[in-house]
């Protein structure tokens, strides 16, 4: 009966039907079923397939984006519940696009993707100093540091960050990620970032797996 | 032997050019009034009432965009009480438009009047891109009534654009692609957004003019929907696009700008020596059979005029060998 209800929350949120997510979670806590379980194997498993259809082209972008508004419906209600029961994120990330550029849809498509995969999103906006990304990062307690550009002048500042994190003797402490139209695997290197990847989807994937294996 | 202008029509109407010009040294336009803030710094409200902020220091490079942070209103079933079509003639559209002009040096060039922000464009600009990807989903019949709003206000500022400039081309806007894929599905755009191209393209005609459109990023599946509607002319073809499949299957049926990889000569530092390299590349990959204009959408001015010069150098000669 739960895992009924569970997989029917999951697909609802790949429809992007927000009032039916928020009903169904609501209807699993009440019948008792495991906040955690209705996080994981509703919430996020139906974010997980949505993810790869993505990946795969399947879906599009406003598909993406209704079912992260059901998602974020049911974790509202969901939230206070995961708290009682100690639930704790897959990590921590902080995310923002580098100074000087003000492009946020890629961006906040990968903090979707992150928080469907069970992060904890930190999202510092955009035209960012390179300060706040580390004072962010050394302020919540981050894993990860997510850098995003869309231009090719503005690509540069992302070396900047990566560099004061250097300078701080910070490097280590974070797994560095970098993504945006003009960014490749060939200059994430060249900077010293430690991944980048091609859609939002993958990211959500190397994070989750490169925090694991932290 | 036609000249730059001559060569640069022909290209445009799918006739045979007996070279390819550089864009840049033959054609010439203006922009229709209203969908941007033309003021001190390019940064203010249009005539919409959407906030703009130019991005740098130079206008012939940097765009501007919306403000960050600027919302009209973030729900489209409200658009008709929300959105106040600006008033093309209490606005003196058509007289901005003549003054505008006056200054085209017709003789040389291939004119032609770019009007920004098509449906898709402005409704994200007047509730944000989230909202507006959202609203196909949440309020499809909302969306679909004002694309035919937009349609019926771009049809009336085309009509003026004829009359006040009579150009060569209408440059329409609307973007509709990212790096990797389309914002929307292409079935999605086909259900609301052809109906409006298709209506643009006939206007288009019926004036005597050229239908060029823009729209940055992937847009490859709906290639062969822009040739059923007639658009004559698609830019920019950014290189992610499959540029060999448009050019074999569609090139003889749509003038293809663009196929230029800019974010590798855009790319600072970039040898000027890979810059016209990229250009060569280009012609001698699309030029084969004409209906084809090396370009691109330019952020560097030195990079736009070593690929401009490189054009017109290797261009003049293309169609000899």
Redesign the interface.
């Known amino acids: 009966m739960g895992m009924e209800l569970l997989e029917e929350i999951s697909g609802f949120l790949q429809k992007g039907r927000a009032k039916n997510v928020k009903a169904l979670v609501t209807q699993a806590l009440e019948e008792g079923i495991d906040p955690k379980a209705i996080l994981n194997e509703g919430l996020l498993s139906g974010m997980m397939i949505i993810g790869e259809k993505f990946k795969k082209d399947e879906v599009f972008v406003p598909e993406v984006l209704v079912a992260a508004r059901a998602m974020n419906a049911g974790l509202a209600i969901l939230e206070p519940k995961l708290v009682e029961v100690g639930n704790e994120p897959v990590g921590k990330v902080v995310i923002g696009t580098v100074k000087g550029d003000l492009h946020d849809i890629g961006k906040n498509l990968v903090a979707m993707m992150l928080k469907g995969a069970g992060f904890e999103i930190h999202d510092i906006g955009v035209d960012t100093d390179p300060e706040k990304f580390i004072s962010e990062a050394e302020s919540v307690g981050a894993d990860v540091i997510c850098m995003s550009a869309l231009l090719t002048t503005t690509m540069p500042n992302m070396k900047v960050v990566i560099d004061m994190l250097k300078e701080k003797g910070l490097r280590d402490k974070y797994i560095v990620m970098v993504g945006g139209a003009p960014v490749n695997e060939a200059f994430a290197k060249e900077i010293g970032a430690d991944y980048y990847t091609e859609d939002a989807t993958t990211a959500a994937e190397v994070a989750r797996d490169a925090v694991l294996a932290k | 032997m036609q000249t730059k202008k001559e060569a640069m029509l022909a290209i445009y109407r799918g006739e045979m050019p007996d070279f390819i010009p550089a864009e840049t040294q033959c054609t010439a336009g203006v922009v229709f009034p209203g969908d941007r803030y033309f003021g001190e710094n390019e940064t203010g409200d249009d005539w919409w009432g959407v906030n703009w902020?130019r991005?740098g220091p130079d206008p012939g490079i940097d765009g501007s965009?919306v403000t960050?942070h600027f919302i009209m209103f973030d729900d489209m079933e409200e658009w008709e009480e929300k959105v106040h079509f600006p008033d093309l003639d209490a606005m003196n559209a058509e007289q901005i438009l003549q003054a505008m002009a006056s200054g085209l040096d017709y003789e040389n060039n291939a004119t032609h009047v770019l009007m920004l922000s098509g449906a898709f464009e402005r409704m994200n600009e007047m509730i944000g891109?989230?909202n507006a990807?959202?609203a196909?989903?949440?309020c499809p019949e909302a969306v679909a009534d004002f694309f035919n709003a937009m349609c019926d206000y771009k049809l009336k500022c085309i009509e003026i654009a004829h009359k006040a400039v009579h150009p060569d081309i209408i440059h329409m806007h609307d973007d509709w692609g990212?790096?990797?894929?389309?914002?929307?599905?292409p079935d999605?755009w086909r259900e609301f957004i052809k109906p409006i191209e298709a209506r643009y393209a006939k206007k288009i005609h019926e004036l005597g003019m050229i239908y060029e459109h823009h729209s940055c990023g992937y847009i490859t599946q709906i290639i062969p929907d822009l040739v059923e509607i007639g658009v004559d002319c698609i830019n920019p073809l950014n290189v992610c696009n499959d540029m060999e499949m448009i050019k074999r299957e569609y090139g003889s049926k749509i003038t293809l700008k663009g196929g230029i990889d800019n974010?590798k000569i855009?790319?600072?530092g970039c040898p000027e020596a890979e810059i016209r390299a990229e250009a060569r590349r280009a012609m001698d990959a699309y030029a084969a059979g004409g209906r084809y204009i090396p370009g691109y959408i330019y952020?560097d001015a030195k990079v736009r005029d070593i690929f401009n010069d490189e054009v017109a150098k290797y261009g003049a000669d293309i169609y000899k060998k």
């Open positions: 902020t991005l965009m960050p891109m989230e990807l959202c196909f989903y949440e990212t790096n990797s894929n389309m914002f929307f599905s999605m974010q855009d790319a600072p952020s």
